[in-house]
């Protein structure tokens, strides 16, 4: 999910650029979106991942909600510990551990691998598209700083 909204992000970029015909901060963004950390001393700042689901929450509405749903499962908390790997049989008082044993449903990991499948899909092709029009515009661009 984290790929496909920066996916998203840069597609979303590479068209302004085109539709402007004018470079802007893509120099900015690339930079960091390719070589930033959050470490110290980084030569920038790395955009946060919730940055770029953010912009993809903007195009799709419950993006976010997936995404945060999706990460209580990732994280070692109830629905990644123990809802994903037991079952508490309190009349009896037991424990059943193991995969067997889930509370999650398929469903959980489905909705937001197809979703992000999907739209990867659709912005990789987007921006396979856009991406002649773009280097035209940064080659006119070296071409001017170089007179």
């Known amino acids: ?15 302004e650029v085109v539709t402007s015909n004018e470079l802007g901060e893509i ?19 790395a955009f946060s991942v919730l940055d770029a689901i953010d912009e993809m929450t ?5 993006y976010r909600q997936l995404y945060e749903r999706l990460s209580e499962v990732a994280h070692p908390n109830w629905r990644g510990v123990h809802g994903a790997y037991a079952q508490t049989d309190v009349r009896k008082h037991i424990e059943r551990l193991g995969p067997e044993f889930s509370q999650l449903h398929a469903i959980t990991g489905l909705v937001p691998l197809l979703a992000s499948l999907e739209a990867s899909k659709f912005y990789y092709d987007r921006l396979s598209g856009l991406l002649p029009s773009f280097i035209e515009i940064c080659e006119a ?5 170089n007179v």
């Open 1 to 15: 999910m984290e790929t496909t909204a920066m996916l998203y992000w840069l597609c979303k970029k590479i068209d």
């Open 27 to 45: 120099d900015t963004f690339l930079m960091r979106a390719m070589f930033g950390g959050r470490e110290v001393p980084e030569p920038m700042k």
């Open 58 to 62: 903007k195009q799709f509405a419950s």
């Open 141 to 145: 661009d070296i071409g001017s700083q």
